[in-house]
Structures are given as C-alpha cells and as structure tokens.
C-alpha cells in the first residue's frame, strides 16, 4: 500500500498541498471535467437528480455507492453513451453536449462530439472487445481508423501498451481463447493507445472470476502511478479504491452524499448511508 | 439397360442452364434488395425505415406465383413487357429479397450494443462502426440463415414452369409427354438434380461460414 500522510493524500498531493496551501493538492489546477447540476431520467424514472463534480488533470476518483446509484450513467454522459437531461458537462471548459453556434449554445452534431470524445477513454465490465478481430488488431482499430496512423506505428503503439498490461505473447489470438482477466486488459491496452486525458473504468472486474480480479486491478495501479490521465474509477473494490484514489465519492441515489480522501472517507464516514454502505465491506 | 427417354436428355440439359441462369440472376437480385431493405430498416430516419418495411410487408405476404403472373401477364397492360428470364428473376429476387431483408436486419440487431458503445468509446465514426465492426459480425450470423434461403429460391424457381419458361423442370414435363411411361425415371432424375443444386449451395454456405467464423 502507498503510504499516506496524516491528512490522508498521496505524497506526491501531499507536495502540491503544501505548496499552494490548499486542501486536496488539485485545486490550484484547472478541472479538466466540470459535471454541473447534471439531472439524467429515463422516462419517469429519475437517475440522477443534480450532480456537481470536478475532475482534475491526473486526478483518480473512485466513485463508490449502492448498485443503481447512477454511477454507470454519471461515467457514460462523460464518455457521451448518454445525454444528460438537463445541466452541463464541460471538458477543458468547452461544453461536450452543446456546442456555440452563431452565439447560441446549441445541442452538439456529432462532429463536435467526435472533437470532443478523443479526450475521454472508457473500458467496460463487459470488456466489449470486437471478437472478430485478434488481439492486436483490437488495439490498432482506433490508432489506424481515427489517428491515421500508418499499420508500422500503430501496431508499434500497439504492441508498447500490450507490454504494459503483460499480453505481448497473444497478439494474433482472438478474444474467445483469452480469460476474462485478459480480455479485460486487451480492452484496458485498446483505450490507453488513443491515449485520452480522462478514462473511466465502470466496475472493470466485477465480471471477473474472483481469482483474475488481481491482475486487472494491478495493471490499473501501474496506470495510475504513470501519471497524467484522469481517473474516474467506478468500483467496489473498496482495498483498491483506498490504494489508488486520491479522492473518494460516494454516490447513492442520484446524488453525491459524501466525498473526501480515503482516509476521510474511510476511517471516518459522516454520513450513515456511507456508514452503512461501509459496513458490508468489512 | 434400355432407357429411351435418355435421348431427350440434352433437353433436360438445357433446361438446368435456365434454372441455373434464373437461380443465379435471382439471388444476386435477392441478396441486394435484402442488404439495401435490410440496411433501411436500422436506419435513423423514420421515412427511409417506412419504406423498407413497406417493401419487406408486401413482398413477404404476397404469393410467388401471383406475383410471377402479375409481372409476366399484368405488366405488359400497363405498357412494360418483360422477357420470360427477366420477369421471373424479378418476381422471385422481390419475394426472396424481403425474406433475406429479415435476416439482415436481425442480423444486425443481434450484434450486442456494447459493441456500438466500444466502437464510439474508441471515437469511431458512425460509418466506420458499421463497417469494422457490425457488419463482419453480422454477415457471419446471416450466412446460415441464407444459405437455407437461397435453397428455398432455387427450389421455387420451378414456379416458372406456369409462365412456359423452359427450365429443368419444364423440360421434365416435355419429356414426360413422350415417354409417359418412364414417368417415375423422369421425375425422380429430376429431384436428384434438384437435390445436387441445393448441395452446391449448402456446400459453398459451409464453406464460407467456416472461413469467415474463424474467430469464434
Ligand atoms: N438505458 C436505460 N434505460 C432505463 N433505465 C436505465 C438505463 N440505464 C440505467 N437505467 C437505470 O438507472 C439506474 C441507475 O443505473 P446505473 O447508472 O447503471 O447505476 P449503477 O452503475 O450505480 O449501478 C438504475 O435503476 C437503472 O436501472
Ligand atoms: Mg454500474
């Protein structure tokens, strides 16, 4: 486990802390995501009911709550899957649903939503690799369809992020011969090649047989000590939240009921949701 | 063995040349009324999706062989006139295309969503997700379901015997005339060739599917 300072930061926050005189060693950046008084409803059913959140270059979050909380839903507006009903998400300050047209915010064309994407990664419980498709080509799909790259640099890239989650040995396999633990981390190399600076991972492992949830979980440790991308990490994995997060939210019911550093959040919970939510954890 | 009626079998000959030509040129009609209908009917706009579910409703429902009188003896009232090959390799490439309509656009809606969803999370264009990655796996969940279809086309183009086109099975009934006695022979030749065309069919649909189901 990485060590924590007193107030429950990272070292490297624990720096930047110190440094600006303010709490969480981010705020002295720009956010990179802004979420503001986002509301989300399927039909009647309301999802959602007013999220403000920031997200900041390089910060990791986990996002922790009951199932059918809206976690799933807050991470797929980012990731542009779902379109919020009211209120705004920004990336680097430019709005990502609507866009300015003659003056007016208008709803974005699927134009600026493209623009806007190439910022956001997402892997998903399901993995969703393309089966018909072997391991490499999996990862080279987006490097050579989207960025243009010739096949030499793309699978070059490729192969370099395939070494990062240790299946450089299965690059012409095809998805139905791997396990889930090594689906999940072809799906992880697919999203980091296009190198987004905000990823979110949706409860990466909870498809997982027990005995591969390790494997997955710590390739996405050694991401996030790489460094620069943003981190939105839906889990229930709650070791590997306090390891990995510098911030905790813990969402229920549509809102965020309470957030913090692990060891706030952790060691000492407010509000009894949490508590108890906490509680079937131990 | 003295088998007289064997001296029409140049007749017989001719006649599978025409049901190939009807079959093959029905089939390639089918198949790109299926893929454009098929395609139609995901299509975002409602207008579009209308009309191939129109063509797909009135083609399915109507009978071939109404449909075959209708544009070999009906149309030419209205000024068209059509030759026996090309009014038959109409009719039934309408009838088979809305059936194979069906299986292209279920298809496509078998593929699972979260492969659309990977497809945009990877900033793929709406075109180049349709093309990478729905249609390689929609064409290897159609290719079973086709193959029984084009069986089922080859088997109905014997229907072309009530507009006096003289395919495999217009030619048996000519024989049949002159040698009314080999009658059992006549026929039973006639389902054995039958049976061979749909194996070639069944033959190549395997093939394919095995080729182009590598990954599974
Ligand atoms: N596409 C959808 N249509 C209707 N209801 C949905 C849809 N997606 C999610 N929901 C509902 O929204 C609620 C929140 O879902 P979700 O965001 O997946 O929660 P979580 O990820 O926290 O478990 C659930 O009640 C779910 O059934
Ligand atoms: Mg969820």
Redesign the pocket.
Known sequence: MIAEAENGLKPEREEAAEQTGLPNGYTHLVPIVRYRSIQKS??E?Q?IKGIDLDIYPGEKIALI??????????GRMLMTLEEPSSGTITIEDEPLWQMEKKGNLVRASEKHLHRMRSKVGMVFQHFNLFPHMTVLRNVTLAPRSVLRLAKEEAEERAVEMLRKVGLENKLHEYPAKLSGGQKQRVAIARALVMQPKVMVFDEVTSALDPELVGEVLNVIKDIAEDGNMAMLL?THEMEFAREVADRIVFGAEGRIVEQGTPVELFENPQSDRLKSFLQRFR | MNLPWLESLPLLVDGLLITVQVAVLSSVVALALAAAAGLARTSRYAAIRGLAGTYVEIFRACSLLVLLFWVYFALPFLGIELSKVTAAVLAIGLNIGAYGAEIVRSSLKAIPEGQHEAGIALNLSPNERMLRIILPQAVARMLPPFGNLLIELLKSTSLVYFITLSDLTYEAMVIRNNYYTWTPHIFGSLLIIYFLLSSCIFITFRLLERKLTAWR
């Open positions: 399927f039909g059913l999802v709550g009951p199932s059918g909380s809206g976690k799933t839903t807050l839906i």
